[in-house]
């Protein structure tokens, strides 16, 4: 049973950078479309990249391109999502997400089959 762990949340500052992980345990992500999404309470969760472990390739939402970066490391087990200039608006919970029929979960209409339990951000001076 795959599990997600994510960690690497907490408090910045506006402009400031934060790097969250979400490392895999049970098996390798080898064959996996991993996505990253954060919920704010009270509003509907938001897509915010995705990482397709097969071939490499990344999407993003238009919120966060180019200042959010989502990598993998060589052993295919660690998803990591690099947050740069961020702001208050990407305060949220983050989650990370994976599926093996889908390599962008953030896409409209996926529903990954596994979820890590969350991550805080908070952006604020």
């Known amino acids: 049973q795959l599990q997600l762990v994510e960690s690497g949340g907490g408090l910045v500052q506006p402009g400031g950078s934060l790097r969250l992980s979400c490392a895999a345990s049970g098996f390798t992500l080898d064959y996996y479309g991993v996505g990253w999404f954060r919920q704010v309470p009270g509003k509907e969760r938001e897509g915010v990249g995705c990482l397709s472990m097969t071939t490499g390739s990344t999407n993003y939402a238009d919120s966060v391109k180019g200042r959010f970066t989502i990598s993998r490391d060589n052993a295919k087990k660690t998803v990591f999502l690099q947050m740069n200039s961020l702001k208050p608006e990407d305060t949220a919970v983050y989650y990370c997400?994976?599926?093996?029929?889908?390599?962008?979960?953030?896409?409209?209409?996926?529903?990954?089959?596994?979820w890590g339990q969350g991550t805080q951000v908070t952006v604020s001076s």
């Open positions: 997400a994976a599926d093996l029929k889908d390599e962008c979960p953030t896409r409209p209409g996926s529903s990954p089959k596994w």
